[in-house]
DNA sequence: CGGCGCGTAGTACCTCGGTACTACGCGCCT
DNA sequence: AGGCGCGTAGTACCGAGGTACTACGCGCCG
């Protein structure tokens, strides 16, 4: 038995998933919230398998509820529903920790796997939304390991080369490399100066460049 | 009527997809496959809406196919099966241009709506892999827009100020900078120090890291 | 043993980048 | 009319970065 707890400002909203969901037998609604700030108190206090969130809402919205209910740490996972399959609305989403992003034209059955889906601990993403976002995963997670033949240099780099490219790719001076990797300046310099002949960079920063351009360097820096 | 190609290199594997698929009267098998690069030459030749296909084949392999098939610029697109969610085979397969990743444990219903989904256009991928999808998505794609209140400049900087940003981003010197916006390279030192200013990076290198966290540098550079 | 790759270190030199500060024209708002 | 933001441009200065070249110890391999 799957608990769910429906959040959306319209009440003939909330009562359409109500009626749908008590259809089955394996989804029970266990509360309604009409707003953000609402959710995320039922949710604290009800603790449902699934919360089912729509994005549009007067006051707290639902990327913000989620957001919270996300950061509040309990095992309630957030499926957003949203009319709008505008993009801003699905990166915030899934940034806000949704597990789930679906349209509410999406047919009864599609609902009903989503909401099994997310509360299994899976994920779900409307077919429609799904190809947009792969492609842009596809632009942003390029190489992720030395996969597409073309390789100028990274394999030829050696273990110490590729942590130096590494600490460069950070944004560190030579001066922080050297304090951190305990060496002196000149070595420092050696290395990267060894790491751009062999990447074919004629600075550090296209070194750096090269570094995210490989999955060397990562947003989570420093 | 959606016409598919099933790729498989088991022939049981491929009479039961043959079956579900004519259970079904939205659906039609036009044709079958062993292997790659027989996959390839039937797609061409029958111009499937849908290939069904396998990753795991003797020969060429069903990541390899989907590439050419995709490269080919045809119509069909690609919906990749596997029994394995290993993470490789769903970064290749949607790096290689397929439309949707499924496993082979998905219900016939799935199947079906995942053929229906890719045949229209949609994209689809299993649940079970959607979750880790969406956390790395999470971490490589940061901030999209100006979102997520925290941040530091970025909407502080102005029309010009963003541009230079970007083109520091590729790592152009600011000769180049200035010859490609045809400036002064004096012009470009202002921008620079007031972007650095702005942003909070104390050199360049840091700024074309601010650039690529958030999302004002491409990988597809210069 | 001798050579080679690698990591380490140094010197010398010059360029590029960044800072500080000034300046001016244009357009917009008050 | 005056002020302000923005884009443009300049000078002067200095430190970080990059190049070129040399050098040495260590471990591995033929």
């Known amino acids: 038995m799957t608990t769910v707890l429906v959040v959306d400002d319209q009440p003939l909203q909330r009562y359409g998933f109500h009626l749908l969901l008590d259809s089955v037998p394996e989804t029970d609604v266990v509360g309604e919230a009409a707003h953000g700030a609402e959710a995320v108190r039922k949710t604290a206090e009800l603790r449902p398998d699934v919360v089912l969130m729509d994005v549009r809402m007067p006051g707290m919205d639902g990327i913000e509820a989620t957001r919270r209910i996300v950061a509040a740490g309990g095992r309630s996972r957030v499926l957003v529903l949203t009319t709008f399959d505008l993009d801003e609305y699905v990166h915030a989403a899934l940034r806000a920790g949704a597990s789930g992003f679906l349209l509410k034209d999406a047919r009864p059955e599609e609902l009903l796997a989503g909401i099994r889906a997310v509360a299994s601990g899976d994920a779900v993403i409307a077919p429609a939304l799904t190809r947009r976002l792969l ?16 390789d100028p240099g990274l394999g030829s780099l050696t273990d110490r080369e590729r942590e130096i490219l590494v600490a460069v790719g950070k944004g560190w001076t030579n001066g922080e490399i050297a304090a951190r990797f305990v060496l002196s300046e000149s070595t420092v310099k050696t290395h990267v100066g060894r790491v751009l002949a062999k990447i074919g960079a004629r600075d550090r920063i296209q070194a750096v460049i090269f570094a995210y351009d490989h999955g060397l360097a990562r947003p989570n820096a420093d």
Chains 1, 2 share one sequence.
Not at 135 to 150: C, G
């Open 135 to 150: 492609q842009e995963y596809a632009r942003y997670v390029p190489a992720h390991r030395a996969d597409s033949a073309e």
